[in-house]
């Protein structure tokens, strides 16, 4: 079992910053496969970012590339999503999710574990 703790969301001006942080416990956090998601009102969860356990690979979602670092701390069972030039379409619950099978999953239903997500809204 691995227990993920979303925290870092809130309310910020587009064009703004954040930075979401995700704490596991429970099983070896650097045998898995770390990734974020994010959910808006009324539509499906979607794919972020996601890095490998290493923290050598990373992949994003097109419409996050370039403004949105994944990153990962082993030592200190850390998972991060660094949002920089926040977009109001930005605006979800985001939640991080652990792997323990594929190097770099980019789907949903390749996560074992979730966490209970947190509120990022942008305004405009």
């Known amino acids: 079992q691995v227990q993920l703790v979303e925290s870092g969301g809130g309310l910020v001006q587009a064009g703004s910053s954040l930075r979401l942080s995700c704490a596991a416990s429970?099983?070896?956090?650097?045998?898995?496969?770390m990734g974020w998601f994010r959910q808006a009102p009324g539509k499906e969860r979607a794919f972020v970012a996601a890095?490998?356990?290493?923290?050598?690979?990373?992949y994003y979602s097109g419409s996050v590339k370039g403004r949105f670092t994944i990153s990962r701390d082993n030592g200190k069972n850390t998972v991060y999503l660094q949002m920089n030039s926040l977009k109001p379409e930005d605006t979800a619950v985001y939640y991080c999710?652990?792997?323990?099978?594929?190097?770099?999953?980019?789907?949903?239903?390749?996560?074992?574990?979730w966490g209970q997500g947190t509120q990022v809204t942008v305004s405009s």
């Open positions: 999710a652990a792997n323990g099978g594929a190097p770099i999953p980019t789907s949903a239903f390749e996560y074992a574990y």
């Open positions: 429970g099983r070896t956090f650097s045998s898995f496969a």
């Open positions: 890095i490998a356990r290493s923290g050598t690979i990373t």
